[in-house]
């Protein structure tokens, strides 16, 4: 059962409004069935006086425990439970909002080294694509270096045909 704070406010009204504390069962009495449940001051005190007769019909075994019951739930105690709730209700809210703070707190962190991540990625992507570029350019360059190669050794052995040729004409 969740007790609403009006709920908390109507028992601590009811409780200061009744007679106040201790109560106790004075036990059985003379004028009928039941456990009477005094209060209002000490026992035989000049402020002592009836409470509630804790009686069930055909269930006297239950009177005592009902009595004791009631006197147990006197309006010092209701006010003390009540108090009680209410602190303990302000230290849980304190402590959500501690643990919500510190959540939102790792949640900015976390939600920072996403972005780094995809900051990483993109600066990733980009220096594949100019490694590709200069890979690229890199076998253009081999390539023209490798055509320059072959034509200069064709060119050598052409020199060297036309010399051979040349000596073969001057020698005639």
């Not at 009631?70 to 909002?97: F, G, N, S």
Request: hydrophobic share 35%; glycine share 6%.
């Amino acid at each position: 059962m969740n007790i609403t704070n009006e709920q908390l406010t109507k028992l601590e009204k009811l409780a200061q409004n009744a007679t106040p504390s201790p109560w106790y069962n004075s036990g059985p009495d003379d004028h009928g069935p039941g456990e009477f449940v005094l209060g209002g001051g000490p026992p035989d005190s000049a402020n002592e006086g009836l409470v509630a007769v804790a009686v069930r019909y055909g269930h006297h075994e239950k009177d005592k425990a009902n009595a004791n019951h009631i006197a147990a739930m006197d309006p010092d105690t209701v006010l003390a439970l009540i108090a009680e709730m209410r602190l303990l209700r302000e230290k849980v809210k304190a402590d959500c909002c501690i643990q919500l703070s510190a959540l939102q707190k790792k949640d900015n962190e976390l939600r920072a080294a996403q972005q780094r991540a995809i900051e990483s990625l993109k600066e990733l992507a980009s220096l594949r694509n100019r490694i590709e570029e200069l890979e690229f350019e890199n076998s253009q360059v081999i390539d023209a270096h490798t055509n320059l190669i072959t034509s200069t050794a064709t060119d050598k052995i052409e020199i060297q045909r036309f010399r051979a040729r040349m000596a073969e004409l001057e020698g005639k």
